[in-house]
């Protein structure tokens, strides 16, 4: 008697989600837990966008920021680099000079930055601010303007500032990122107060925070898997927007991606540390639920691509 393997079907279904103008990228969209594709559908593969910034990276470690040492004075030519010689699917432009404590650049300086990448790529624009809850409501705004019809992804509305930056996104016509702290309920809780703003759920990416390996991946891991089960098993609308992974910003700050080697030799070489050390804690999110991910080095792209394409 031939072994039928036992399958697991849901209710539920992760909503797809298409952004770009010109060239798009589209994820999201399946009815099963990540890469499950022999119990269910898995129409799309997850996107990996390229980090760039709007000034040269000060606080990226050499290994990553030397990549990009010739073109990351200034992010049109970097946004540039990244399509036609990276082959980027999308890019993640963070407006980081618009921070109080950094050059603290006006919101109309960031809508000219968003409008020059824009006119210098093709591929999807993510748009993301500085992190500064008060700051990036005026920010986000104005960039949201300024890319007005290219049907970005701007974030990251937080619990703080949703209500300015869900309107401007619904008023351009964006995507919109919903970020909390690493808890399901604070995550669902975001995402209901933005959809009664009127925002269309199906627009709406969550971003539960990320961490990288040795530094709370396990928990990052299992409020990713939660909303996940939680959008298939419950079929909870709220929980079945696809995910996003902020995975660059977490990895590259971490002891083992900066220690040299003159100081803990025992832990060999730093550049190959610092790729591996980005490329597994995506590799694991992606296992959690992540449809979309922000990288940075593009070693570490290569081998998350093929990690994907090997699952799939």
């Not at 073109?71 to 030519?77: A, E, Q, R």
């Not at 691509?305 to 090997?310: G, M, R, S």
Request: proline share 5%; charged share 25%.
């Amino acid at each position: 008697m031939a072994f039928a393997a036992p399958k697991e079907t849901f209710s539920g279904k992760v909503f797809e989600v298409t952004i770009g103008a010109d060239k798009t990228a589209v994820f999201g969209g399946e009815n099963v837990l990540p890469f499950h594709l022999f119990e269910g559908s898995v129409p799309n593969s997850p996107v990996i966008a390229y980090e760039i910034q709007d000034v040269v990276p000060d606080d990226w470690p050499e290994t990553v920021r030397k990549v990009y040492k010739s073109v990351s004075g200034d992010p049109i030519t970097w946004a540039k680099y990244c399509q036609d010689e990276l082959n980027a699917k999308a890019i993640a432009l963070r407006l980081v000079s618009t921070h109080p404590d950094r050059e603290n650049r006006s919101p109309e300086d960031a809508a000219k930055t968003v409008k020059d990448v824009l006119s210098a790529i093709n591929i999807p624009l993510i748009i993301l601010g500085s992190n500064h809850i008060e700051k990036d409501s005026s920010v986000l705004i104005r960039a949201s303007e300024a890319a007005k019809g290219k049907n970005c992804v701007i974030g990251k509305a937080q619990e703080g500032n949703y209500k300015t930056i869900t309107a401007a996104a619904m008023a351009n016509n964006h995507k919109l990122i919903a970020m909390s702290e690493l808890d399901i309920n604070l995550s669902k809780q975001l995402n209901i107060l933005i959809t009664q703003m009127g925002f269309d759920k199906e627009k709406l990416i969550t971003d539960p925070m990320c961490s990288a390996l040795g530094y709370g991946l396990e928990y990052t891991y299992s409020v990713m898997e939660r909303i996940r089960l939680a959008a298939l098993i419950q079929n909870d609308t709220t929980m079945q927007p696809p995910m996003i992974a902020d995975v660059g910003m977490y990895t590259w700050k971490t002891k083992e991606a900066q220690a040299l080697e003159s100081d803990l030799p025992l832990w060999g070489s730093l550049a190959e540390r610092g790729i591996a050390w980005e490329a597994v804690t995506a590799s694991a999110l992606l296992m959690s639920g992540a449809e979309l991910l922000i990288m940075r080095h593009p070693e570490a792209v290569k081998a998350v691509e093929k990690f994907i394409e090997e699952l799939v």
